[in-house]
Nanobody, 126 residues
Framework: QVQLVESGGGLVQAGGSLRLSCAASGRTFSNYAMGWFRQAPGKERDLVASISRSGGVTFYVDHAKGRFTISRDNAKNMAYLQMNSLKPEDTAVYYC???????????????????WGQGTQVTVSS
């Protein structure tokens, strides 16, 4: 019911910044918790950050805390991931995803997310 398209990836040097964007279709964007995941070659796809329907609750994994900021603009059907102080270990394909939730909560389990974008490549050079 919702389609997601990521953009904003690219090549940056260590210490640099990128802002990833996720554009959602449909009129029910505010009914979904949103998450950002990443997958490096040969690795599992893992959560980076999640945000509740209203944006009032956020969660970050340890490696993202203090460096990354997840946000959303429900009026524009957009979600964002601001990434600062990037490290080579951040190199991965980054995906946005939407999870159906009844109340203003978030989820950290990838299996709870119903819709996924195609991903955008982030490469951090040393």
């Amino acid at each position: 019911q919702v389609q997601l398209v990521e953009s904003g990836g690219g090549l940056v040097q260590a210490g640099g910044s990128l802002r990833l964007s996720c554009a959602a279709s449909g009129r029910t964007f505010s009914n979904y918790a949103m998450g950002w995941f990443r997958q490096a070659p040969g690795k599992e796809r893992d959560l980076v950050a999640s945000i509740s329907r209203s944006g009032g609750v956020t969660f970050y994994v340890d490696h993202a805390k203090g460096r990354f900021t997840i946000s959303r603009d429900n009026a524009k059907n957009m979600a964002y991931l601001q990434m600062n102080s990037l490290k080579p270990e951040d190199t991965a394909v980054y995906y946005c995803a939407a999870a159906s939730v009844q109340f203003d909560r978030l989820t950290v389990r990838s299996r709870n997310y119903d819709y996924w974008g195609q991903g955008t490549q982030v490469t951090v050079s040393s």
